[in-house]
């Protein structure tokens, strides 16, 4: 990976004005939950948009600003530049949960008047962390055939898909009248086709869990490892990277 375009990802995360206000209006959330003895972690609901809307621009702004060329004194190979962004994207990530887990240690601390569920607060900030690995590597994957927030659109477009073909074949019955009943024959006579869409759900968008759990952990980090290979396949076939044209 090339450490000059990890830098420049990170550093143009945090001389963004938009990502600096936002990490600082979710500290203070942090904060103030804490403060108010709320649930640990409360304010991970809104890592999730972050991860989102920092995955969606994996690709693109060094080429489409023009300022790839004055970061490097000589061609980078499109692999490297693609696991450096990932890279840089997912540490300004952890560096904002970082920073929203300090600030709810500060206001627990601060309050004082009941104990500090650390372990909690722990666990289920590195499970979010853990969690934009794979979220992040899937945004890459689907960002190297499409441009920037298409690929948003696709991850969410591909959720729903799953979340409704598996609410039909778990909700239709075969004595249903019309179109209904030949779908659930259909499913009846090929089951693996439950099991395929549900795998793909479970590797996709597994649930994180509240504990740390090393199957789960295994889960992300491989599935990742895959997104990522799988995009860099793809990418170093394009001609010019999408989000630069």
């Not at 972690?41 to 702004?61: D, E, M």
Request: net charge positive.
């Amino acid at each position: 990976m090339s450490p000059v375009v990890i830098a420049e990802t990170v550093r143009r995360h945090f001389v963004s004005v938009a990502f600096v206000g936002y990490t600082a209006v979710v500290a203070f959330i942090a904060f103030m939950l804490a403060w108010f003895d709320g649930p640990a972690g409360g304010w991970h609901s809104f890592a999730a948009l972050l991860i989102l809307v920092a995955g969606a621009q994996l690709i693109g702004p060094e080429f489409s600003s023009g300022t790839l060329q004055l970061l490097l004194a000589k061609p980078i190979n499109r692999s490297v530049y693609l696991l450096s962004r990932y890279a840089g994207v997912v540490a300004a990530i952890w560096i904002f949960l970082a920073l929203g887990f300090a600030f709810e240690l500060v206001g627990r601390v601060t309050r004082a008047k009941t104990s500090i569920p650390l372990q909690s607060m722990s666990v289920t900030t590195l499970n979010v962390a853990l969690e934009a690995l794979l979220t992040c590597a899937v945004l890459v994957f689907f960002g190297s055939f499409l441009r920037s927030y298409l690929n948003v659109v696709l991850y969410f477009v591909l959720r729903m898909f799953i979340g409704l073909t598996m609410a039909a074949i778990n909700e239709i019955r075969p004595d249903m009248p019309g179109l209904m009943g030949i779908m659930a024959r259909y499913f009846d006579r090929h089951p693996e086709i439950a099991r395929d869409v549900a795998a793909i759900g479970r590797n996709l968008y597994p649930d994180r869990p509240i504990t740390f759990d090393r199957a789960w952990l295994m889960l992300v980090l491989s599935n990742s490892a895959v997104a990522l290979l799988l995009a860099c396949l793809i990418f170093r076939r394009r001609e010019v990277p999408y989000g630069a044209d």
